[in-house]
């Protein structure tokens, strides 16, 4: 959609349309059926592109800056939060699988009708862009709030499928990568709030298995089932850890 017509907008009046285009977006991703009109969409873009590039002292670029920051947090305080609390163990994770998806959809919705503010503010203003304000709100708000117990859930999971269970692999690759997308691609929270503690865990796991087995097996089996352990973990590798994780996980 490119540029409308200039057309002087007061902040109550602008901030009333905005705020009535977030209630019905949040409505939408938490799965109603409901959709924007074009007549809605048209409207609320249109408000905020006006909002945000007229002249002083009627631009209201800070406030919707604010709005919008506001209208993320506020979600993930009054929905999120609340439905993650509830949940435990692998629901726990299938839960926060679902948030982030719905997060990152909402944002894409937000970046549509926000766009003048990255076009025309976030530069001058010298702001983070709003892609990384929605991102670092997820992370203050969600991820250290849950990533104790989600790292436990999924060693919990892992340790199952060590014992021959079936587990969801898809699930688990899913919520693994999320330590991954939290630090935009760097690995700093997938080693330091996952993987450590899944090693120290492996080792343990490994340690007491050994255990048994020397006692109760000869010299080639103990040999055998310790080259199978070492194949399946490089089964788990493949399938849903990183593949920077091998080499220390095979060192257990």
């Known amino acids: 959609m490119e540029e409308t017509e200039e057309k002087t907008i007061e902040l109550e009046e602008g901030m009333e349309c905005v705020q009535k285009g977030l209630n019905k977006l949040k409505i939408i991703i938490e799965g109603e059926p409901e959709s924007f009109t074009s007549d809605e969409y048209v409207m609320l873009y249109t408000t905020i592109y006006n909002m945000c590039t007229q002249k002083a002292p009627h631009d209201y670029s800070q406030q919707l800056y604010d709005k919008y920051k506001e209208a993320v947090e506020y979600y993930i305080l009054t929905i999120v939060l609340p439905s993650l609390n509830k949940k435990h163990d692998e629901f726990l994770l299938k839960e926060l699988e679902k948030r982030w998806a719905s997060h990152k959809l909402m944002v894409k919705w937000l970046l549509k009708f926000f766009r003048y503010l990255d076009k025309f503010f976030i530069k001058r ?20 709030d849950v990533k104790n117990r989600v790292t436990d859930a999924v060693i919990a999971l892992i340790d199952q499928e060590r014992e021959g269970e079936k ?6 690759k899913s919520v ?12 700093d929270y997938y080693v330091n709030d996952f993987e450590e503690a899944m090693l120290r865990d492996s080792a343990c796991h490994y340690s007491r298995k050994a255990s048994t087995w020397i006692v109760e097996d000869s010299c080639p089996e103990y040999m055998l089932k310790a080259e199978e352990c070492l194949q399946k973990e490089k089964d788990r590798v493949s399938h849903y850890l990183h593949s920077s994780t091998e080499t220390k996980l095979l060192e257990q």
Do not use: Q, T, W
């Not at 010298?126 to 708000?141: H, I, Q, Y």
């Not at 587990?167 to 688990?172: E, G, K, N, Q, T």
């Not at 990568?177 to 935009?184: E, F, H, R, T, V």
């Open 125 to 144: 203003a010298e702001v983070p862009a709003l892609n990384e304000v929605g991102l670092s709100c997820f992370r203050d708000l969600v991820y250290h």
């Open 167 to 172: 587990i969801d692999r898809v699930l688990l």
């Open 176 to 187: 693994i990568n999320l330590y991954i997308d939290m630090g935009k691609g760097r690995m």
